[in-house]
């Protein structure tokens, strides 16, 4: 079954420093997610990306974070400055729907585990 | 505000019973709804998506309920199995967007 693949498991970092996470969306989806989910709170959305451009992102997504598709296949997100509360876990996910057909199902990776120093 | 509420506290069943979850929302006006299964350390897993205009959806011993006067979902897992322990999801996109909100997640520990 084809999955969402995510690199680094597990990053540990030095307040300050950038960090990027590596994810391998669904060969034939169209639409990537970033989300996070700190510790004992609930998943939530960071930024959607769809043609090579943001479609969406949250609050949450301010100019320390950035989105980039550096290839065919690879799909990254920065954190140019890390603070102690980006530690949290990671998610990567995609979708193959457009919005218009009003299914949009996420699969996700497992996650990267950042933890901020 | 908008808010979408699971009950925090962990539901305990034995094996073999009816395992009934709830997702309350408020300030939505879901086009559907969908049910996650996450395990500790693990990415969300997509269980069922259920419509705006439909009741009820079913998968093998799952159910899923919409109720959008209520502002309400319930999902049920028949005849549950230790296996079935893992913290349930419920996410709400929203005609426009898309993108799932989802809620915090109920934990079912079923024992055996």
């Known amino acids: 079954e084809p999955e969402v693949t995510q690199t680094p498991s597990h990053q540990v970092t030095q307040m300050g420093q950038e960090v990027i996470l590596r994810c391998v969306p669904i060969?034939?989806?169209?639409?990537f997610y970033w989300y996070r989910q700190i510790l004992g709170q609930k998943v939530e959305f960071l930024v959607s990306?769809?043609?090579?451009?943001?479609?969406?992102k949250s609050e949450i997504f301010d100019d320390q974070f950035s989105v980039e598709r550096p290839d065919g296949s690879n799909f990254t997100l920065k954190i140019r400055s890390t603070k102690l509360e980006d530690s949290a876990m990671y998610f990567c996910?995609?979708?193959?729907?457009?919005?218009?057909?009003?299914?949009?199902?996420?699969?996700f990776g497992a996650g990267s585990r950042l933890t901020v120093l | 505000s908008q808010k979408i509420e699971q009950n925090s506290e962990a539901l305990n069943i034995q094996e073999g019973k009816t395992a009934t979850l709830t997702c309350n929302y408020t300030?939505?006006?879901?086009?559907?709804l969908q049910w996650y299964r996450q395990d500790p350390g693990r990415g969300p897993v997509f269980l069922l998506l259920?419509?705006?205009?439909?009741k009820e959806k079913r998968k093998e011993r799952l159910k899923v309920t919409f109720d959008t006067t209520l502002k309400q979902s319930l999902f049920h897992i028949t005849a549950s199995q230790p296996a079935d322990s893992a913290t349930y999801l419920c996410?709400?996109?929203?005609?426009?967007?898309?993108?799932?909100?989802f809620g915090r997640g109920t934990s079912l520990i079923v024992h055996p």
């Open positions: 990306f769809y043609n090579n451009e943001i479609s969406e």
């Open positions: 259920i419509r705006e205009n439909e």
């Open positions: 996910a995609s979708s193959e729907t457009s919005k218009g057909s009003g299914a949009n199902v996420l699969t």
């Open positions: 300030n939505y006006s879901p086009a559907y």
């Open positions: 996410a709400l996109s929203q005609g426009g967007s898309y993108i799932p909100t």
């Open positions: 060969s034939n989806h169209l639409y």
